[in-house]
């Protein structure tokens, strides 16, 4: 075992580097211009205190009501010099750069009394965990265009206990917030900034486009509820590369809306790029799901290391969800000490309410996953279509899942799917037959 797995290693890193020496490193510049801002101003003009005591909020809404209303030629950038800057939620502007210095901090009240409270997603009908409007995110932008969030690795602290613990006691009213939310807003990067302890999910681009997320670092503990990393969600062209990000829950999760309501907006998400991610949840490394009523298509996810996770890589949907779940490629996956390793399936998460049309069948179709290499998982798959809409053109080529030696390693198990596979093992489930027999498999890998 260890000696083949070493072989397989070896051979994969030939692969790897081959592929590296050949191409030029793919990167997200050029989807959105990084640009310089020549107005300047920092937010100690505006009277804040960077010692973790002091309430910022004023400084912050009057700083950035600043940006918005002199609207200078090329924007402005909002500078936080190193110190603890506490302040309540706030709302950004479009044309500014939000500049963390080394050292910045800015930090979530824990006063959670008066934190404002906005309409639902009209793709979620309700909040997502409570009904109703949902707190507004720590960092909000609405209706934007042209913002950076970026700087010498600055921190977003979310302060997020406070939030995990009314979850956990069941007295939230509302649905938690966000460390940071765009919606409908346009030409964001966000870049070279810690986010830390998220309410909730941590960064969440929702109908959104052009937007790259690159060199963050995402971090809450992994007992922390429902701290994803970084959601996009019914957005199009989003990339996020070259970032760590350890969480209580999936590291990346592409979305599209909920049950009637998502499917009634009719927004998908499309041309999502994720590459060079490294991290480690209890859920899943790299997922698809499992609101996806909008439908989820141009998914590209390639260069991740996983290690300590629930579920390496995972496509999830449900009946009642509808949407059209196609055209998804993971690829070159290193993970190591691993629940499950890839599962895709058609049962996962619960409703809005009882409305939703049972009827609503998800498709899941043309996803290949390839150049995968796992160590110490405990379950190879798990494949699960549903009997009235099979998953169809699942593919899987190059995938090797080893168990810990010594410890009983779980085969596949699959159901109402087709699809097929090349160099797969512990070899697939009988539906997902080798392709150089039966020409299964519609795209080539
Ligand atoms: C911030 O934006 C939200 C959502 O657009 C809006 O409801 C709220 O009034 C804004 N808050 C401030 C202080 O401008
Ligand atoms: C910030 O962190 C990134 C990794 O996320 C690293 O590549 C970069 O060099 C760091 N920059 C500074 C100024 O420390």
Redesign the pocket.
Known sequence: MKSRGGVWAAVLALMWWCSGAVAEVATCSGLVPMVYRSDKISITDYGAVGDGKTLNTKAFREAIYRIEHLRRRGGTLLYIPAGVYLTDSFNLTSRMTLYLA?GAVIKATQDTTNWPLIAPLPSYGRGRERPGGRYMSFIHGDGLHDVIITG??GTIDGQGDVWWNMWRQRTLQFTRPNLVEFKDSRGIIIS?V?FKNSPFWNIHPVYCSNVVIR???ILAPSDSPNTDGIDPDSSSHVCIE???ISTGDDLVAVKSGWDQYGIAYGRPSNDITIRRITGSSPFAGIAVGSETSGGVTNVLAEHITLSNTGIGIHLKTNIGRGGIIRNITISNVFMENIRKGIKIAGDVGDHPDENYDPNALPIMKHIRIKNIWGEKVLEAGLVKGLKNSPFTDICLANVHLFGSSGSRHGPWTCSDVSGGSVEVSPSPCSELISSSQTGACSIPF
């Open positions: 080394k010498e690795n070279n810690i060199y963050v670092t070259d970032s760590y």
